[in-house]
């Protein structure tokens, strides 16, 4: 398809799920934006989608746990005149620490990161695309947001605000031309997920259901998104997740933290 002169944002655009939004947005005409930490990444990432689909791919290269990032966002595409109808925010960190053993900056690092700097890109950018006539908005949540489990808790309370603003800010933009989707997702096959000690047995688990390719996961979250959907969640395994975590006891929970702080010691 050809530039059809609309633009998406993509946060984390350099790897992972946010690659996989790119080549996908691109691949439908759209001029993407790509936001990430990574430079390099994300240069590299342009001249592809430049050269592969013929669609203006600018580049900010920025850490979104800072105060005025999204500022910074919104004015550049204001400077720029560019017509965003797609806000896809979807960069994150995981932390699989104790509270009390996580450095305090990195704690206030991962609730700007997936709180604040999202909140503040949806508050500069919908009324844009209300006056625009049309907008879509993409939060990524997670499974874990159900999961107030130790070593995951700080993460998943992070995810659960995402889930939380984005069903009221959907809610507020009823009648309007801009839809709000929540992609709620559990394991993805991305670098997000690391060493993880399940990792091991990765092709088992994408081969039974309870993890999805990144690919995957991107197109049927963008399908959702563009079908005005509320939200998203993919897998079987997910929704029964869902449907369990708030039955755990706190008991258990507690063996379970004493038994990963003596594995952490070994």
């Not at 959702?224 to 997910?238: E, Q, T, V």
Request: charged share 20%.
């Amino acid at each position: 398809m050809q530039f059809n002169n609309k633009y998406a944002i993509v946060t984390g655009a350099g790897s992972g799920m946010g690659r996989c939004y790119t080549l996908q947005l691109a691949e439908r005409g759209y001029g993407v934006l790509l936001v990430d930490i990574n430079g390099n990444a994300i240069e590299e990432l342009s001249l592809q989608l430049t050269s592969q689909y013929g669609v203006p791919a600018p580049v900010l290269c920025i850490d979104l746990t800072l105060p005025q990032a999204a500022e910074q966002i919104s004015g550049l595409c204001k400077e720029k005149g560019w017509c965003v109808e797609i806000l896809i925010n979807n960069a994150g960190m995981l932390i699989t620490t104790p509270i009390e053993e996580t450095a305090p900056d990195k704690l206030q690092r991962i609730v700007a990161l997936h709180c604040t700097t999202p909140l503040l890109l949806c508050r500069l950018l919908v009324p844009q695309m209300k006056e625009a006539g049309r907008g879509y908005i993409l939060n990524v949540s997670s499974i874990t947001a159900w999961m107030d489990w130790p070593v995951i808790g700080i993460y998943g309370c992070t995810k659960r605000f995402v889930k939380g603003y984005s069903r009221a800010l959907r809610t507020e933009c009823l009648g309007t031309p801009v839809s709000v989707t929540t992609a709620i997702f559990g394991a993805v096959d991305t670098p997000l997920l690391g060493n993880l000690p399940f990792m091991r047995f990765r092709k088992l688990l994408l081969r039974l259901g309870f993890m999805i390719s990144p690919e995957k996961a991107t197109r049927l979250a963008l399908k959702a998104m563009f079908k005005h959907k509320s939200k998203l969640i993919p897998c079987l395994s997910d929704r029964l997740v869902i449907m369990l975590c708030p039955l755990m006891p706190t008991c258990l929970l507690h063996i379970m933290a004493k038994k990963i702080k003596l594995t952490d010691q070994k």
